[in-house]
Nanobody, 121 residues
Framework: EVQLQASGGGLVQAGGSLRLSCAAS????????VGWYRQAPGKGREGVSC????????FYKDFVKGRFAISKDNAKNTVYLQMNNLAPEDTAVYYC??????????????WGKGTQVTVSS
């Protein structure tokens, strides 16, 4: 069974950093992709970043380029999201999801429960 678990959220001050982890199981890290998404209060879910597990290619939304970095550790079946220079508008519940059909998170088919990130001013 495909399972994903996001962790590492917390309360940080503006300008601070946080590293999120997504522990995955139940699928191959060779032919799939994992993405990070977030949902702020009163808003819909939006994509943040994606990584292809086969070749390591990464994708970022413009609003996080230069601040966030996605990475993976195949041996640990874990995907990370390093978040730097956090701002209050980054406050949201962050989710990781797996795409078992494409390599660019175009078809997320499974979601883990989210982890809360709160950035104070």
């Amino acid at each position: 069974e495909v399972q994903l678990q996001a962790s590492g959220g917390g309360l940080v001050q503006a300008g601070g950093s946080l590293r999120l982890s997504c522990a995955a199981s139940g699928f191959s890290f060779d032919d799939n992709a994992v993405g990070w998404y977030r949902q702020a209060p009163g808003k819909g879910r939006e994509g943040v970043s994606c990584i292809s597990l086969s070749d390591g290619l990464t994708f970022y939304k413009d609003f996080v380029k230069g601040r966030f970095a996605i990475s993976k550790d195949n041996a640990k079946n874990t995907v990370y999201l390093q978040m730097n220079n956090l701002a209050p508008e980054d406050t949201a519940v962050y989710y990781c999801g797996a795409d078992l059909r494409t390599l660019n998170c175009g078809g997320i088919g499974y979601w883990g429960k989210g982890t809360q990130v709160t950035v104070s001013s």
